[in-house]
């Protein structure tokens, strides 16, 4: 596996402050191996992954990093009622978009994933991986960061891949192919599912009287306006052209790594991450397209991850929500933290479902929850804006969490320094001409 291809799926680390868009996907687990027939990660560039995953990253900047890389996307979160009204018609696998390689075409000795896109196959490893509460090793061949995918030598390899097939099964019989049976069905975090239930089996709780009536709920409509006059109104936001961020992204482990983000109207945005010992990571998107940059080289943003990361870039998108995010609409109410939220529903894109909970009183946005549909299950990840305070009179988040299913890829943005409508060149958004 090349670090170039663990970049590719995996390094696009980007945001946006009013909308909550974070992105975040990785490359840690793989069923395969790359299509050049590298089967060793380049450690001269990024700590091991190994070491990563199960749990010895070392206590500094650059490790803190390889793990926000190196692992991703799911986590059992709030507003479980909510995701599960999704999808009531029958939904066909995700197939990789114009433009994207399939999962078989870059990878070795694909079986049971065929025809996935590319960028979803460390989200469904992670997955896979939280579900069972195991690592790489499990089922891959390797230690330390060197594996060999591709090698079917692991008994576990080849028991994942019938369960894998046994719940896509399942779901296209029973459920009409939505993934409502996955890993984390049964297993719970656990290598082997609990088929007897412990003694003596607790109450069921029940339910005592009849329910109490539903109370109505404001229109959508209503509720995008209260955002955007929260957090300063629609003049206040046009009056502004760029924006300068600079803060620090603290990992699980406490390391801070500093972080910069420029932005241009209308839907310019770079994102750079500081490290110490492999340099700036860079995600960009300059209007039309998007691309990841490093110290190892350039690749393109594809698929799912390019659909969110336009929406980072869209400089007005709190004015533009209703065009972002179609067919919104309101499913329910729900508690973040001491504060009862309004939870608006759509589906941005063909492969990603979205829920924002807006804050019922002040109106502000609370949490964003995406939600990646792939072959074996809906991977959710979740982002929290705390501490907005006024920019030019406009409010913007000071503290963004990411939460995603492993700990090692979540982390908490804090920003110290935030500036409007000074001056950030078009250079910046440039795309670098490749080395030959």
Known sequence: ?????????????????????????TRGFVEGNDSKGNNETDLTAVPSLADTVNGRAESDSTQNLASALATSHHSAI??????????????????????????????????????MPASQLIPVMNF????????CNFCHVGE???????????????????????TMDINKQSFRGRRTITCYSCHRGKESPTAIPALPVPEAAGT????????????????VTKFVAAIGGQAALEKQRT?????????????????????????????????????????????????????????AVLGDQLDLLKRAANFYAPLKLAEL????????????????????????????????????????????????????????????????????????PFTVRQTNVDSHSSYVRKFSEVKANVPVADSTFAKPASKP
């Open 243 to 299: 924006r300068v961020i600079k803060g620090v992204q603290v990992g699980n482990d406490g390391t801070n790594i500093p972080v910069e983000v420029y932005q241009s109207a209308p839907d310019k945005y770079d994102l750079v991450v500081k490290t110490p010992r492999n340099g700036d990571f860079i995600t960009v998107f300059d209007g039309t397209g998007g691309w990841f940059q490093s110290q190892r080289g350039q690749d």
């Open 1 to 25: 596996m090349t670090l170039k291809s663990l970049l590719r799926l995996g390094a696009c680390l980007c945001f946006a402050l009013m909308i909550g868009i974070v992105l975040s996907t």
């Open 78 to 115: 709030v507003g479980q009622r909510f995701f599960a009204r999704q999808g009531s018609a029958a939904t066909a696998p995700p197939q990789a978009p114009s433009g994207e390689k399939t999962v078989d075409q870059t990878e070795k000795n694909i079986q049971v994933l065929k025809g």
């Open 325 to 396: 995010y179609p067919r919104m609409r309101v499913v329910g109410r729900d508690k973040i933290g001491d504060h009862m939220a309004f939870v608006v529903a759509s589906q941005p894109s063909e492969h990603i479902s979205t829920r924002m909970f807006f804050d019922a009183e002040t109106g502000l946005l609370l949490r964003v929850v995406n939600l990646v549909d792939t072959p074996i299950a809906r991977i959710p990840q979740q982002t929290d804006f705390e501490d907005y305070r006024d920019v030019d009179g406009v409010k913007i």
């Open 144 to 166: 330390q960061g060197k594996f060999e995918f591709e090698k079917d030598d692991k008994e576990a390899k080849g028991a994942a891949r019938k369960m894998i097939q046994m």
């Open 208 to 223: 005592e009287g009849p329910r109490p009536p539903r109370e109505p709920m404001p229109p959508v409509e209503q509720i």
């Open 128 to 135: 896979m991986n939280a579900s069972l509460g195991v690592n």
